[in-house]
């Protein structure tokens, strides 16, 4: 298991040392680098993090104003902090941080960091809990050959919708909708539980989306070589694709 790391510095040559430091950890993966903190929060609102070195002084969002901003959320990635003032260590522990690095510091002090980081991301994700992953999947596969219907909650009932008939999941509120051509329904999936039963014709462009991809009417050129995907339903909702799933959806659709 590789952990999905992110570095947030404005520093760019703390920035290059830290890029540096982290490649020499088998464990970690740097998937994004951010030199502010809006940049940071719209690569996390895309992504699947599991680890985040954060500076506290950014421009734009501060390093607390992104925590803060990442206790609201059900599934949150692990910090650690870096700063060169230390009047910020009660609260950034408060926030549950991993560690709080103070400026400059060496490399063996980042690897212990790493480590302890490590050491709470496996444990959220213990062994007993991959094994039950496993079984889900399984039986999820066996449920993917019997069943073509997902309940939703309409009113007092629950509906039993089509896979067909649904355009496309997306999250509000910490809450999943499924979206059919001109009314969404409540349900009582997450995204990912709903990757699990889904057809393979359905698939997640973005943190917070899933789509029918028999039911794309456009795939819109936008900015840094990503895309906005145009569905054909009623209000043909346009939705991003995460940088990190470009190629996918290049391959899927035969883009290029």
Same mark, same amino acid.
């Given at each position: 298991m590789k952990i999905k790391t992110m570095i947030v510095e404005d520093e760019k040559p703390a920035r290059a040392e830290l890029k540096y430091l982290l490649?020499?950890?088998?464990? /970690?993966?740097?998937? +994004?680098?951010?030199?502010?903190?809006?940049?940071?929060?719209?690569?996390?609102?895309? $992504?699947?993090?599991?680890?985040?070195?954060?500076? *506290?002084?950014?421009? #734009?969002k501060t390093g607390m104003e992104i925590a803060n901003h990442l &206790?609201?959320?059900?599934?949150?990635?692990? *910090? *650690?902090? @870096? @700063?060169? +003032?230390d009047e910020h260590a009660v609260e950034a522990f408060k926030l549950a941080a991993v560690d709080y690095?103070?400026?400059?510091?060496?490399?063996?002090?980042?690897?212990?960091?790493?480590?302890?980081?490590?050491?709470?991301?496996?444990?959220?994700t213990s062994y007993e809990k991959q094994m039950q992953n496993v079984i889900n999947m399984i039986e999820a596969k066996d449920r993917k050959k019997q069943v073509k219907k997902i309940a939703v909650i309409d009113g007092d009932c629950f509906l039993m919708l089509n896979f067909q008939d649904i355009y496309f999941f997306s999250t509000k509120d910490?809450?999943?909708?499924?979206?059919?051509?001109?009314?969404?329904?409540? @349900? &009582? /999936? &997450?995204?990912? #539980?709903?990757?699990?039963?889904?057809?393979? $014709? /359905?698939?997640?462009?973005?943190?917070?989306? *899933?789509?029918?991809?028999? $039911?794309?009417?456009?795939?819109?050129?936008? /900015?840094?070589?990503k895309y906005q995907i145009r569905m054909e339903n009623y209000s043909e909702t346009e939705i991003p694709v995460s940088r990190s799933r470009v190629d996918d959806i290049n391959k899927l659709l035969n883009l290029k």
């Open positions: 490649k020499q950890e088998d464990d /970690f993966e740097l998937l +994004f680098e951010a030199a502010d903190g809006d940049k940071a929060l719209e690569i996390i609102a895309e $992504n699947d993090l599991d680890l985040i070195i954060l500076d *506290i002084q950014l421009p #734009g &206790q609201k959320q059900a599934e949150q990635p692990y *910090i *650690i902090f @870096t @700063t060169a +003032f690095l103070l400026k400059p510091f060496s490399e063996l002090r980042l690897k212990k960091s790493l480590q302890k980081a490590k050491k709470r991301i496996l444990n959220s910490k809450k999943v909708w499924a979206q059919c051509y001109k009314k969404s329904y409540l @349900t &009582q /999936f &997450q995204l990912k #539980g709903l990757e699990e039963i889904l057809p393979d $014709n /359905f698939y997640r462009i973005h943190k917070s989306y *899933i789509i029918n991809l028999q $039911n794309i009417k456009a795939v819109i050129p936008w /900015f840094k070589g």
